[in-house]
């Protein structure tokens, strides 16, 4: 397939289009600079090379402001909704304008939609939350209607905590937790449902190759741990001692908003449709997830 990937330089789009290419896809990157190699658009303005995107036969959509790099001043919530509502919008629009149009758009969104759920299970039936996260998800997935009303297969990728040391949630914890000063962040009764990169990688390739595959897709481990039982898990790996907890009240102070969305919010989430589609995960054991990929 001809695949055109957004957010190719990110940490997932670059692991995303290794393998790609390394099982025999054509990948074009959308790029912001006219001087690169790849399709141009620029989500600021609002513009793309539409006309570049014709011949392609998927695209894989993930560009997209980091959630967790600062605290959330309105401008930076300005910022994170309109990065992936008004860059989605620009995208499925104008792949739906083409003819014909691509296949399939596989477009990342995030089980932040849920919001804070507790220890309720959460499928792809679920309803969303409510505050911030959970209504720039919902707009973030109701940007691709376009290409929806085109007949444009649309996956909305709801993408869990992902595990590796290159960046991300994981890449932040190490240095703490190699210096045994790593513990529980508030009650650690909190649930967090994850994945491995390798396993996300292979979650896209799925959804590409699997025409009866639709809406919404849970992308996350079929476990769910508590921070207790992770930050338990990610010291036996480090052969580390995790008995510096962080009380809730310090994780709201330190980074407010931010804090309580990402940090101490609890979303218990089954990859229901995922299973249910024959998708069998490498990594479905936290623990040994974690030794995987922090193996030397």
Known sequence: MKIAVSGASGL???????????????????????????????????????????????????????VAAGRWTAA???AIRSSRVDGTRLV?????????SPATLVCASAIGIYGDRRDAE????????????????SAWESACEGAVRAGIRVVNLRIGVVLTPR???????????????GGVIGSGRQLMSWITLSDLCRVVEHCLDRTDLSGAVNAVAPGAVTNRDFTR???????????FPIPAPIVKLLFSEMGEALLLASARVKPERLLESGFQFEDDNVEAALRRVLSP
């Open 12 to 66: 997932v789009g670059t692991e995303l289009t290794r393998r790609l290419v390394a099982r025999g896809d054509d990948v074009v990157a959308l790029v912001r600079r006219r001087s690169d190699d790849g399709i141009y658009w620029n989500p600021d303005e609002g513009s793309i090379d539409a006309t570049a995107l014709a011949g392609v036969d998927a695209v894989v959509h993930l560009a997209g402001e980091n």
């Open 76 to 78: 930076r919530k300005q």
């Open 92 to 100: 499925a629009d104008a792949l739906a304008g083409l003819g014909p």
């Open 122 to 137: 959460l499928t792809e039936r679920s309803s969303a939350g409510a505050g911030f996260l959970p209504e720039v998800c």
């Open 167 to 181: 960046g991300g949630a994981l890449s932040r914890m190490l240095p703490p937790f190699k210096m045994g000063v």
């Open 233 to 243: 898990a990610l010291g036996r790996v480090l052969s580390r001692p995790t008995l």
